[in-house]
């Protein structure tokens, strides 16, 4: 065997194994050396465990720091480290231990931290030495001959047990040749130092990368956060704009609804004030076909009962109980009442007497009546009681005449009252005029014989209904004899009138 000069240095092999395989070795080792004991010799250096074994005239020691598979990396960093400097005497080497062949995972391992710890330096001085008491794989594993391949084929095999001195004399040539190759010094310590500090660098490096990239990280997750921050700020601005839309919509929807309600109500308005004016218009045109009639007579002769009668039964109304139906008060103030009769408006003044005992005119009354009866008078119904015929009833006429024209008579009709009390039940009331007194005969002749008769009593009222529609058909064709006119005393002017109706009526 060559030693190129080496013999006289002390080897030192760091074992790099698993327990199991270490325990093969030394098992071996003892095989093949039990019965020369002072050629091999284990101690234990620490955690570490050592074989010294002299061969072929040369000490080499082994170092193996148990390895353990459940040891941290910072563990077996610290065991590989004491192993490491337990060697510091002798050329340092490398050797992987492996069981038939077999390149495991566990061995692929500790040949990756051998690397990390040591750096790629380390491989230039590892040997495999493969022990193969057992089976044996029938083709090395490619990772297997990839690492023999960086090892420039340093690859030895131990067949059996014990070993023959050729195969461990081959292991030995095989590391001496190493040696020479790659320098007789073997792993220094200045490799390691080396290695350390390119580990640290790449550590430095790594970490730099590290943060580098958490950097980057970091950004690209707040640059998604922003981005997701835009797009809610987005979505949400899209549903504001959305909403706002929505509630412009809404306004939009009541607003026209508020218009076309207010334009309805316009309409209700304009519709209103038309038929407003159309009312005014047709009380306007109504005026035309207005009849008004004023009532004289004197006192008590049942003006104001005949009246109310008469507007009663021309506007088709009835009293619920016609038997309790009141006496009036005696009339102080022309008062003006009206109805609606068969289409045209029945207006009836009122009156008090209108002279007083020396037969002087009342001249407030007199206007008042005559401006009550605008758009009047048509007609005046003078009346009298049957069977009661005074001086004061035949000098009536006189009075009347000369407050409002000899003409007067002309639109007057007499309507007769309390025909119940003083008329004979089977006497007609023509019969009773036709025996009248001359005087009476005398008016109800100037009045152009236009006389009638109206039941106010109780007993015979429903002959009142007939009544008053005779009347109201004479009082009618008096009127359309005339025209359709009314009656001027010419003693006041329309527009005193008018006032002066506009006066009673806001008075009232
Ligand atoms: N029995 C009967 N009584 C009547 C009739 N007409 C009126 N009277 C009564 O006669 C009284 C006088 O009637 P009024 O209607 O007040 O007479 P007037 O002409 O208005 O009297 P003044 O207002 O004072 O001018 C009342 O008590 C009436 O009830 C009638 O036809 N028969
Ligand atoms: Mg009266």
């Given at each position: 065997m060559s030693h190129n000069g080496m013999t006289d240095m002390k080897q030192t092999m760091m074992v790099v194994s698993m327990e199991e395989e270490w325990s093969s070795f030394k098992s071996l080792l003892q095989d093949s050396f039990g019965d020369k004991s002072h050629q091999l010799s284990f101690r234990s250096l620490g955690p570490n465990q050592v074989c010294d074994v002299t061969m072929d005239g040369r000490l080499v020691t082994l170092h193996y720091a148990v390895l353990k598979?459940?040891?941290t990396e910072e563990g077996t960093s610290q065991a590989v480290d004491s192993c490491f400097k337990s060697c510091a005497h002798g050329i340092r080497t490398f050797l992987l231990l492996i069981q038939g062949g077999r390149y495991t995972k566990k061995e692929r391992r500790m040949i990756e931290m051998l690397q990390a710890y040591?750096?790629?330096?380390a491989l230039k001085y590892l040997s495999v030495l493969s022990l193969e008491g057992g089976t044996v794989v029938d083709v090395l594993d490619d990772s297997l001959l990839e690492l023999i391949n960086v090892c420039d084929g340093r690859y030895c095999r131990?067949?059996?047990?014990?070993?023959?001195s050729d195969e461990l004399g081959a292991l030995l040539e095989m590391v001496d040749y190493m040696l020479t190759e790659n320098g007789?010094?073997?792993?220094?310590e200045s490799m390691l130092s080396e290695a350390k500090r390119r580990t640290t660098e790449d550590t430095a490096m790594k970490m730099l990368r590290q943060k580098v990239q958490e950097a980057e990280e970091k950004e690209q997750a707040f640059n998604q956060l922003v981005q997701q921050q835009e797009e809610s700020r987005a979505r949400e601005a899209e549903e504001l704009k959305s909403k706002h839309a929505e509630e412009r919509r809404k306004e939009a929807a009541e607003k026209r609804q508020y218009e076309t309600k207010r334009e309805s109500l316009d309409e209700a308005v304009r519709s209103h004030r038309a038929m407003l004016q159309l009312q005014t218009s047709t009380a306007n045109d109504e005026d035309v076909r207005k009849t008004s009639v004023i009532l004289l007579g004197?006192?008590?002769?049942?003006k104001s009962s005949a009246g109310n009668l008469i507007l009663e039964r021309a506007g088709n109304q009835y009293s619920?109980?016609?038997?309790?139906r009141d006496s009036p008060e005696p009339t102080l103030a022309c008062e003006r009442k009206e109805v609606l009769a068969e289409g045209s408006r029945l207006i009836l003044v009122d009156t008090p007497e209108l002279w007083d005992e020396d037969g002087t005119e009342n001249l407030e009354l007199v206007k008042d009546c005559l401006a009550l009866s605008l758009?009047?008078?048509h007609v005046f119904m003078l009346v009298l009681q049957v069977g009661r015929f005074t001086q004061g009833e035949s000098e009536m006429l006189g009075h009347l005449q000369k407050i409002f024209g000899r003409e007067f008579v002309e639109h007057t009709v007499v309507l007769f009252t309390r025909c119940d009390d003083?008329?004979?039940?089977?006497?007609r009331i023509t019969d009773y005029v036709a025996g009248a007194h001359a005087s009476l005969q005398d008016l109800i002749r100037k009045c152009g014989s236009r006389y009638y008769v109206l039941n106010v009593?109780?007993?015979?009222?429903?002959?009142?209904y007939p009544q008053v529609k005779d009347l109201l058909s004479g009082i009618n064709k008096l009127v359309a004899s005339h025209g359709g006119g009314c009656y001027s005393?010419?003693?006041?002017s329309m527009e005193e009138l008018k006032e002066r109706k506009k006066v009673i009526e806001e008075r009232n």
């Amino acid at each position: 065997m060559s030693h190129n000069g080496m013999t006289d240095m002390k080897q030192t092999m760091m074992v790099v194994s698993m327990e199991e395989e270490w325990s093969s070795f030394k098992s071996l080792l003892q095989d093949s050396f039990g019965d020369k004991s002072h050629q091999l010799s284990f101690r234990s250096l620490g955690p570490n465990q050592v074989c010294d074994v002299t061969m072929d005239g040369r000490l080499v020691t082994l170092h193996y720091a148990v390895l353990k598979q459940d040891m941290t990396e910072e563990g077996t960093s610290q065991a590989v480290d004491s192993c490491f400097k337990s060697c510091a005497h002798g050329i340092r080497t490398f050797l992987l231990l492996i069981q038939g062949g077999r390149y495991t995972k566990k061995e692929r391992r500790m040949i990756e931290m051998l690397q990390a710890y040591f750096g790629v330096e380390a491989l230039k001085y590892l040997s495999v030495l493969s022990l193969e008491g057992g089976t044996v794989v029938d083709v090395l594993d490619d990772s297997l001959l990839e690492l023999i391949n960086v090892c420039d084929g340093r690859y030895c095999r131990i067949t059996g047990s014990p070993a023959t001195s050729d195969e461990l004399g081959a292991l030995l040539e095989m590391v001496d040749y190493m040696l020479t190759e790659n320098g007789a010094a073997g792993y220094t310590e200045s490799m390691l130092s080396e290695a350390k500090r390119r580990t640290t660098e790449d550590t430095a490096m790594k970490m730099l990368r590290q943060k580098v990239q958490e950097a980057e990280e970091k950004e690209q997750a707040f640059n998604q956060l922003v981005q997701q921050q835009e797009e809610s700020r987005a979505r949400e601005a899209e549903e504001l704009k959305s909403k706002h839309a929505e509630e412009r919509r809404k306004e939009a929807a009541e607003k026209r609804q508020y218009e076309t309600k207010r334009e309805s109500l316009d309409e209700a308005v304009r519709s209103h004030r038309a038929m407003l004016q159309l009312q005014t218009s047709t009380a306007n045109d109504e005026d035309v076909r207005k009849t008004s009639v004023i009532l004289l007579g004197l006192s008590g002769s049942g003006k104001s009962s005949a009246g109310n009668l008469i507007l009663e039964r021309a506007g088709n109304q009835y009293s619920v109980n016609e038997n309790c139906r009141d006496s009036p008060e005696p009339t102080l103030a022309c008062e003006r009442k009206e109805v609606l009769a068969e289409g045209s408006r029945l207006i009836l003044v009122d009156t008090p007497e209108l002279w007083d005992e020396d037969g002087t005119e009342n001249l407030e009354l007199v206007k008042d009546c005559l401006a009550l009866s605008l758009p009047g008078p048509h007609v005046f119904m003078l009346v009298l009681q049957v069977g009661r015929f005074t001086q004061g009833e035949s000098e009536m006429l006189g009075h009347l005449q000369k407050i409002f024209g000899r003409e007067f008579v002309e639109h007057t009709v007499v309507l007769f009252t309390r025909c119940d009390d003083n008329l004979h039940r089977a006497q007609r009331i023509t019969d009773y005029v036709a025996g009248a007194h001359a005087s009476l005969q005398d008016l109800i002749r100037k009045c152009g014989s236009r006389y009638y008769v109206l039941n106010v009593r109780n007993s015979q009222n429903a002959l009142s209904y007939p009544q008053v529609k005779d009347l109201l058909s004479g009082i009618n064709k008096l009127v359309a004899s005339h025209g359709g006119g009314c009656y001027s005393t010419r003693r006041f002017s329309m527009e005193e009138l008018k006032e002066r109706k506009k006066v009673i009526e806001e008075r009232n």
